[in-house]
């Protein structure tokens, strides 16, 4: 082989090792991520058959207020 192939077959693969090593970096700090993970991540998820975290379970939802009340029907009067 000639250097030249050899030099440029080391610089791609170290260029690839080094976004390797980046996206692993960014795993372990994680925490928490808020969203929708990237499409990489998912991919490499469904690929080596790790199941994503469950759902989070939600509250109760709005608390009744003038947007989300529905609304009363007119009653009869009571006088009449």
Not at 19 to 32: F, M, P, Q
Not at 42 to 55: E, F, Y
Not at 69 to 80: D, Q
């Amino acid at each position: 082989m000639d250097i030249t192939k050899i030099l440029e077959e080391l610089r791609r693969e170290h260029q690839q090792l080094g976004e390797a090593i980046l996206s692993l970096e960014r795993l372990a700090a994680g925490g928490k991520r808020r969203g929708r993970p990237p499409a990489w991540l998912a991919a490499a998820q469904q690929s080596t058959g790790i199941a994503p975290p469950p759902p989070a379970v939600r509250g109760p939802g709005r608390p009744a207020g003038s947007k989300n009340r529905k609304p009363k029907k007119k009653s009869l009067e009571a006088g009449e």
